[in-house]
């Protein structure tokens, strides 16, 4: 198994192909970015404004 870390969705544990195939095909439509949550630089998908970590957040209820 193969760990594969991304901003916009977190840790992949991949095993499929179709699996990395979907995260390397992430990784070319993601842009440069500041997340609008914690202000770190990251490579996120043209129509997001925050990162994982603070979408995570986010669905816990903390005020980002």
Avoid at 13 to 36: A, H, L, N, T
Wanted: glycine share 4%.
């Amino acid at each position: 198994m193969n760990r594969y870390y991304d901003d916009n969705y977190g840790w992949y544990d991949i095993q499929d192909q179709d699996d990395v195939d979907f995260y390397f095909e992430m990784q070319r439509k993601s842009v440069w970015k500041r997340c609008e949550g914690c202000q770190r630089r990251v490579k996120l998908h043209p129509d997001y404004s925050i990162c994982h970590e603070c979408a995570t957040k986010r669905e816990q209820g903390w005020d980002i």
